[in-house]
C-alpha cells in the first residue's frame, strides 16, 4: 500500500474518531473509539513499513492497543493519559480486536483490487 494511502486513511480514521466523540455519544461513541484508535495504530504501523502482509499489520496493531490497555492496570502518566488512556476495561480488548479486523478487511479490499507489482 502507498505511503500516502496509508497517510490519508490514518487522517480520515483520526476525523471519524473525533466526529464519533462529538456527535455521538454513550457505549457506541466509546466502543467505536477503541476500534478506531487500533485501525488508526494499523494505518500508522503500515505507512511506516508499507509492504507489510494486511494480517501481520492487525497482528501489530492489536498488540500495541492490548499493550496500552494492560498498561492501564499500572500507573499511567497524568500527560498521557488522554492519549492513552487510564482505566483498564476488558471490552476493550475486544473492541481493538473488531478494529483491527475492519482496518484488515480494507487493506484485503486494495490489495486484491490492485495489480500485484512486478
Known amino acids: 500500500m502507498p505511503r500516502s494511502l496509508s497517510a490519508l486513511a490514518a487522517a480520515v480514521t483520526v476525523a471519524l474518531g473525533l466526529a464519533v466523540r462529538a456527535l455521538l455519544g454513550g457505549w457506541f461513541a466509546k466502543y467505536a473509539g477503541d476500534a478506531l484508535y487500533t485501525v488508526l495504530i494499523y494505518w500508522l504501523t503500515v505507512f511506516i513499513r508499507p509492504r507489510l502482509r494486511p494480517w501481520t499489520a492487525a497482528l501489530i496493531a492489536t498488540g500495541v492497543s492490548w499493550a496500552i490497555e494492560f498498561a492501564q492496570l499500572g500507573e499511567i502518566p497524568s500527560w498521557l493519559r488522554p492519549l492513552l488512556g487510564s482505566t483498564f476495561n476488558v ?18 479490499w486494495y490489495a486484491r483490487r490492485r495489480p500485484a507489482r512486478p
Open 91 to 108: 471490552p476493550d480488548l475486544l473492541w481493538y480486536a473488531v478494529g483491527a479486523a475492519l482496518a484488515w478487511c480494507l487493506h484485503t
